[in-house]
């Protein structure tokens, strides 16, 4: 496999599938157009193949190796956002949602006189005060981007 190769690119945005030897759809057996390894061409098919063929869900996922559930869910996403709902998406917190104005003031409050920081004492600190658990790496982040502006 090259660099930038179709499967390094895949890989690289989350959508390589994991499991492209389960894709049993003749269709994707012939090399040409049809791509067992791209999850988002695997999963648009499978529902295309339910919708338009008249193949029951169930018997739709596993022709395409995937779970009902994944079925399930690859559904409500195109329903929802089209084509675009198939890609991967980044799971978890987008931001630091916890390191808010009030928690940041706090922090900075307490960095110490030459602007040391500690964070573990700070995430407690943030905890006994506020109520709110903070990973003392998420402080430390914080701090520096604020130093950076």
């Known amino acids: 496999?090259?660099?930038?190769?179709?499967?390094?690119?895949?890989?690289?945005?989350?959508?390589?599938?994991p499991k492209p030897e389960g894709v049993r759809a003749p269709w994707f057996r012939e090399a040409g157009?049809?791509?067992?390894?791209?999850?988002?061409q695997v999963k648009y098919e499978m529902l295309r193949h339910a919708r338009k063929d008249g193949t029951n869900k169930a018997?739709?996922?596993?022709?395409?190796?995937?779970?009902?559930?994944?079925?399930y869910q690859a559904e409500a996403a195109f329903e929802r956002d089209g084509m675009s709902g198939l890609l991967p998406?980044?799971?978890?917190?987008?931001?630091?949602?916890?390191?808010t104005g009030?928690?940041?003031?706090?922090?900075?409050?307490?960095?110490?006189?030459?602007?040391?920081l500690q964070a573990r004492s700070l995430a407690d600190l943030v905890h006994a005060r506020?109520?709110?658990?903070?990973?003392?790496?998420?402080?430390?982040?914080?701090?520096?981007?604020?130093?950076?502006?």
């Open 1 to 17: 496999m090259t660099k930038g190769s179709k499967p390094d690119r895949l890989r690289q945005m989350g959508a390589l599938n």
């Open 33 to 40: 157009f049809f791509d067992p390894l791209d999850l988002v």
């Open 59 to 71: 018997d739709a996922a596993a022709l395409f190796g995937l779970s009902r559930q994944t079925y």
């Open 89 to 99: 998406r980044t799971r978890g917190p987008k931001s630091a949602h916890k390191l």
């Open 102 to 116: 009030e928690v940041m003031r706090l922090v900075e409050e307490h960095l110490d006189a030459n602007g040391q």
């Open 130 to 149: 506020l109520g709110i658990s903070v990973h003392p790496r998420s402080i430390e982040r914080a701090v520096a981007r604020k130093k950076k502006r």
